[in-house]
């Protein structure tokens, strides 16, 4: 195994493994309601057998509705997660960059939520397909969310557009960190680990900074 591909699958399996941990600890927090609140029906029905209190119509509706609104939470975690799985179906394929974005902000929402971060999307006006392998584009991704929502430490805003000219196709993040730009020692960190430039690298892709806007990007050349 080269020294790459070693970092691909190390890259890979971190990965994985952070969405699924996130998306579990939703599940947990989903399991934990459900079971409060079947509680709370037995209770109701054990005080109801007994003739100390009659049965409150209201207050059964309100718990089971309780109870269907984190079923349905549940199983839209679950479709996530099973979307999530079979990214690595296909090595190649063609990917639309915009619905891929979309997805991992909805698989990595709850870990955005946690930094405070505003991200508002610009829809391209057409498709923006690139042919590339789907798992490893959705870490490159988060990669570049994680670094726009979460490295300097504050309530970031992030806009992310979408270009599609004649040269290439690209991801655009522009961020605005609450109370003050980035430093240079802090851009100069940024997509400069091994693991970064090795996803880079192995999606043909490219990754230039604009300081002047404070964002970056993520370029794809065309395919002729």
Same mark, same amino acid.
């Given at each position: 195994m080269t020294q790459d591909n070693q970092i691909l699958t190390q890259t890979g399996m971190q990965f994985f493994g952070k969405m699924t941990a996130s998306a579990t600890h939703e599940l947990k927090n989903n399991l934990a309601i459900i079971n409060e609140n079947a509680g709370l029906?037995?209770?109701? /029905?054990?005080?109801?057998q007994g003739n100390r209190k009659?049965?409150? @119509?209201?207050? @059964?509706?309100? @718990?089971?509705?309780?109870?269907?609104?984190?079923v349905q939470r549940a199983d839209k975690v679950l479709t996530k997660l099973n979307r999530f /799985?079979? /990214?690595?179906?296909? /090595?190649n394929q063609d990917v639309d960059l915009g619905q891929t974005l979309g997805f991992v902000l909805d698989l990595a929402s709850r870990l955005i939520e946690m930094q405070g971060a505003i991200v508002e999307v610009v829809p391209p006006a057409s498709p923006v397909i690139v042919n590339t392998n789907l798992f490893f584009l959705e870490n490159m991704i988060w990669r570049a969310l994680e670094i726009a929502c979460c490295s300097t430490?504050?309530?970031n805003q992030v806009s992310i557009s979408f270009g599609n000219d004649t040269a290439a196709s690209s991801i655009e993040f522009l961020i605005q960190a609450a109370t003050k730009q980035w430093d240079e020692k802090q851009w100069d960190e940024f997509f400069t680990s091994e693991k970064d430039n090795t996803l880079a690298r192995y999606l043909g892709l490219t990754i230039k900074t604009n300081k002047e806007k404070n964002g970056f990007g993520l370029f794809w050349p065309k395919q002729i």
């Open positions: 029906l037995e209770d109701l /029905s054990m005080m109801a009659p049965l409150e @119509i209201e207050r @059964i509706e309100t @718990i089971s509705q309780r109870l269907q609104n984190q /799985s079979h /990214s690595v179906d296909v /090595s430490g504050q309530k």
